[in-house]
Nanobody, 114 residues
Framework: QVQLVESGGGLVQAGGSLRLSCAAS????????MGWYRQAPGKLRELVAR???????GYAESVKGRFAISRDNAKNTVYLQMNSLKPEDTAVYYC????????WGQGTQVTVSS
């Protein structure tokens, strides 16, 4: 059973940066398009960034130009570099396959203060 473990969240002021990491217990990144999701209080979980097995990336309009997703297959890790953070980026961030085929991890809390 694959386990996903997210880390790197924290409290940051608006305009700051964070780098999130998602480590998998198995070699799943080379066979799955992966995504970073977030869920703010009272809102649905949304996909904010994705990366295909070929390395192509895509972003939600709300984070385009500020977030960057990357992947290290050898380390079984996916990253999310978040720059120019805004208070509306406050959420719990999760990673999963774009198909959401794996059990969700515990996520990592990102809080952006104004």
């Amino acid at each position: 059973q694959v386990q996903l473990v997210e880390s790197g969240g924290g409290l940051v002021q608006a305009g700051g940066s964070l780098r999130l990491s998602c480590a998998a217990s198995g070699s799943i990144f080379s066979i799955n398009a992966m995504g970073w999701y977030r869920q703010a209080p009272g809102k649905l979980r949304e996909l904010v960034a994705r990366i295909t097995t070929g390395g192509s990336t895509g972003y939600a309009e709300s984070v385009k130009g500020r977030f960057a997703i990357s992947r290290d297959n050898a380390k079984n890790t996916v990253y999310l570099q978040m720059n120019s953070l805004k208070p509306e980026d406050t959420a719990v961030y999760y990673c999963n396959a774009v198909t959401m085929r794996y059990d969700w991890g515990q996520g990592t809390q990102v809080t952006v203060s104004s």
